[in-house]
């Protein structure tokens, strides 16, 4: 069956934004960028909160038609397109680029979604995240640890009233010195 995975990068000091939204302080070079589009080949759907839908919305449709995109963003561009998208949001009525919008999180919907996927389903969003984690809906987390400490921004997991038993399924050290850690839930 397939599993919901939530993929996100964060800092050494835990965060996964800086202030005002910055995410320049990633390490992200053409090693690792290839590592995301095979990543995100094999997915059956992207899982997005509203405002990383609407980020990724707003570069990547057309990021292949820019001349600065290298082969490797462009490769991305037709894979974010071409995806099936659900965008988590109580605000929007419609999305576009392939995007179907879920007003809210209902763990027999999510369900039913998993049955139907063609492949695992990434999330992508720490707000949404923290309420998958509150339903118990994750089965993989696969943390992309930048080496860089940013001091303040957004942490990742906003979930202080959790706790998870997670075992570790793997990891991979690339040469700009990310990490990534792959956990699944313990049985």
């Known amino acids: 069956m397939p599993k919901i ?3 996100m990068s964060v800092s050494l000091d835990e965060f996964f934004e800086g202030p005002d939204r ?10 690792l960028h290839q590592h995301f589009n095979d990543e995100c080949k094999a997915l059956g759907a992207f899982m997005d909160g509203r405002i990383t839908h609407e980020l990724m919305a707003a ?15 462009a490769e991305f561009a037709g894979i974010w397109r071409d995806k099936p998208k659900f965008v988590f949001s109580r605000t ?17 919907q999510i369900a039913e979604l998993k049955a139907k996927a063609v492949g695992d389903l990434g999330l992508g969003g720490a707000n949404l995240a923290a309420t998958f984690m ?10 992309y640890v930048h080496p860089v400490v940013i001091g303040q921004g957004t942490r990742l997991f906003q979930v202080p009233d959790l706790s998870m038993n997670l075992r570790l399924a793997g990891t991979r050290a690339f040469g700009n010195g990310v990490v990534q850690l ?6």
């Open 59 to 73: 570069y990547w449709p057309t990021a292949d038609q820019d001349p600065a995109s290298t082969p490797t963003e």
């Open 92 to 108: 929007l009525t419609t999305a576009h680029w392939n995007a179907t919008v879920l007003h809210d999180i209902v763990p027999e």
């Open 134 to 143: 509150r339903h118990d809906l994750i089965d993989e987390f696969r943390i």
């Open 182 to 187: 792959r956990y699944e839930r313990a049985s």
């Open 5 to 7: 995975v939530f993929m």
């Open 22 to 31: 910055d995410l320049s302080w990633s390490a992200v070079d053409e090693e």
